[in-house]
């Protein structure tokens, strides 16, 4: 059995009896909706603008332990996962709604988790009243007083946070103004289609001939992985859990036209998105919805542990590579996604003049 278990869960309860209220009775008179989660980078159903008064948003988180395959070689990776997915689902609320949720860590798991969320406030954004163990579920309120875009990972203690955030134990929140999102001048603005995009840095150990090894568990994986995370050299940078989960077949798609809302978290290290032939035509760089959101922007910036947005209406078809803009990162350790954008060019944007040619002699046109 893991041995560090035993540890995680002192420091755990030292946090929760520091921490932890009275239980409340559920004394809310507010009417409840259950929302089911989706997978990234599709987003559940959701109203962007609301009228109604704020609701208990009722959500269910199920810790999965589960070896994954990350890239097209073949090396494995034991995640950590919340509802099965690198990163978790993106949760959408409106500004003054309360946040239910049921986080639920199966028997067959092997360790105690919790969940920390940036958006709440309070112990330890819910951390240090929502650890379980294998076989426990619990269930955390709390209430979204700050609109924008937020991650929630897990931090169980320790060494343990950043090992089950790399991990795979992140997603994010989208606390949603209730009438809105606006350009910081009083204009509305709306999306046609929003995407999820989790940025990941992942650490497999390699053996003595420099081959990514394999582990039959998160436990197995620990000290080897523990060694790896300490140099900060990951061996994988990716979106949504492995190489190549946005491209080709999986790539996003959109058509000319369209108002896409691109929510970037990043849970742990720094990252600079670059939509290649578009732009952020509305960024919320720091992700909070309260601020104006810069315009036209070229590359953005993530803050490692946060989450950010922009919107962009596509103008040309095509294939848009959407990377981070550390190219070694993107082109060589996996960080690319892909828009595959249908629609009519304008020879107006963008015009090939002259195909490619042989270079004519010297003095001639």
Not at 153 to 172: D, K
């Amino acid at each position: 059995m893991f041995t560090r278990r035993a540890a995680l869960i002192s420091a755990a309860a030292t946090a929760l009896m520091l921490a932890t209220p009275a239980l409340a009775a559920d004394d809310l008179k507010l009417p409840r909706q259950k929302i089911e989660l989706v997978a990234p980078p599709f987003v559940h159903a959701h109203e962007q603008a609301i009228k109604q008064s704020p609701k208990i948003m009722e959500f269910t988180l199920t810790i999965q332990e589960k070896k994954v395959v990350i890239d097209e070689k073949g090396t494995t990776f034991q995640a950590m996962t919340f509802n099965g997915s690198m990163p978790g689902p993106l949760m959408v609320v409106h500004e003054g709604d309360y946040v239910e949720v049921t986080l639920v860590n199966p028997a067959t798991n092997t360790m105690p988790h919790n969940i920390d969320f940036h958006s709440a406030t309070g112990a330890l954004g819910g951390a240090a009243l929502t650890l379980v163990n294998p076989g426990e579920q619990v269930v955390l309120r709390w209430k979204a007083t700050k609109t924008g875009v937020f991650v929630y990972h897990c931090a169980p203690g320790g060494p343990m946070i950043p090992w089950h955030v790399v991990s795979g134990m992140n997603g994010a929140v989208m606390v949603l103004p209730r009438d809105g999102l606006n350009d910081g001048k009083g204009h509305a603005l709306k999306y046609d289609k929003v995407y999820y995009i989790g940025e990941q840095d992942m650490y497999v150990p390699r053996d003595e001939k420099g081959n990514f090894k394999s582990y039959d568990s998160p436990g197995e994986a620990y000290t080897d992985t523990e060694e790896v995370m300490k140099k900060l050299i990951p061996s994988h940078v990716v979106f949504n859990g492995k190489v190549g989960a946005l491209t080709g077949k999986n790539a996003l798609t959109a058509n000319v036209g369209e108002n896409v809302l691109i929510v970037h978290s990043q849970a742990n290290r720094d990252s600079r998105p670059h939509l290649i032939g578009g732009h952020g035509d509305y960024v919320w760089e720091t992700g909070k919805f309260s601020n104006a959101p810069e315009t036209g922007l070229e590359t953005w910036f993530i803050r490692g542990g946060s989450a950010g947005a922009a919107m962009y209406k596509f103008l040309q078809p095509g294939i848009y590579a959407y990377v981070t803009h550390n190219l070694i990162e993107a082109a060589d350790l996996g960080a690319t996604a892909h828009f595959k954008v249908e629609g009519k060019w304008n020879d107006d944007l963008m015009t090939q003049v002259k195909a490619p040619a042989e270079v004519p002699p010297s003095g001639t046109n």
